[in-house]
């Protein structure tokens, strides 16, 4: 009934309908298990057959993530594996996706993620470090700095992409036309004169871990909260952004800055 009345400037906003779409569908027939005082799992009994198996890998990697990044587990997360017949064309975000909500946040991972081991490890991961994040940063850290963390710690980065990044092939954006990108290509409005939006920002955290290791970008996401009341009224008065402030005190660098020495680094890297 959206899609036919009509979700926004050429149907751009039917995402929205779809992801809701699936998680309904995918309620109807799911039950809910509580792992720990900080999980809960939402699966299809007769789709999960071993469910307890797929529940220790899923904390196996979370426990991995959260060390990695140091934090503790705390906010709760429901974590729901969508029923087989929503792992289709019509479902934005097929590969996994992480949605902050009241009283928990949540995690979406395909079916056919559930059942390859391996990918269902890369995935819970990538989700989850977007928990860590939020949580750090209160929820203030751009698009772009989420995902650079989330694929970061996922570990994924195309060699190719990043050739192409080099070369001039694939135009290298700055923070903001970044984060736009990543709605035009969730709205299918993608340019192709531009890559993957989570490529760029792979490569980006692949050279802050050049730099300074993987753990240095814990060491920023807690920078958000990290400031007391004279560096707030500084900040409003200078109109800084927690992102601007956490990097330079992580990095001794802005965004802009970032972006640019990212990008020479990639020029002179064999990727």
Not at 101 to 120: D, F, S, T
Not at 237 to 248: D, F, G
Request: one cysteine or more; glycine letters at 6%.
């Amino acid at each position: 009934m959206a899609l036919q009345l009509g979700v926004g400037e050429d149907g751009s906003r039917s995402f929205f309908y779809r992801r809701a779409e699936a998680e309904h569908l995918t309620r109807e027939k799911s039950t809910r298990t509580q792992v720990n005082s900080w999980l809960t799992i939402e699966y299809v009994p007769e789709e999960i057959l071993d469910f307890a198996s797929i529940a220790a890998q899923v904390v196996r990697a979370c426990d991995e993530i959260k060390d990695r990044l140091a934090w503790r587990h705390g906010p709760p997360v429901l974590l729901t594996i969508l029923a087989a017949d929503t792992d289709a064309p019509w479902l934005p975000g097929r590969f996994g996706v992480f949605i902050r909500k009241n009283p928990y946040n949540k995690i979406c991972i395909p079916y056919r993620a559930a059942i390859e081991p391996g990918r269902l490890h890369s995935v819970v991961i990538h989700e989850y470090a977007h928990e860590i994040v939020e949580d750090l940063t209160q929820g203030q850290a751009p698009r772009w700095l989420n995902e650079m963390v989330a694929t970061t710690a996922e570990g994924r980065v195309n060699p190719n992409v990043g050739a192409a990044f080099a070369s001039g092939q694939l135009t290298w954006l700055n923070p903001t036309r970044l984060n736009i990108e990543y709605i035009n290509q969730y709205e299918g409005r993608a340019d192709q004169r531009f890559a993957n939006p989570y490529e760029q920002s792979a490569w980006i955290g692949r050279y802050l871990v050049n730099l300074k290791g993987e753990k240095q970008l814990a060491v920023m996401l807690k920078e958000f909260e990290s400031r007391n009341v004279v560096e707030e009224i500084v900040k409003r008065i200078l109109n800084s952004s927690p992102t601007e402030r956490a990097m330079k005190r992580a990095y001794g660098m802005g965004q802009r800055e970032i972006f640019a020495r990212a990008l020479q680094w990639l020029k002179g890297s064999k990727t």
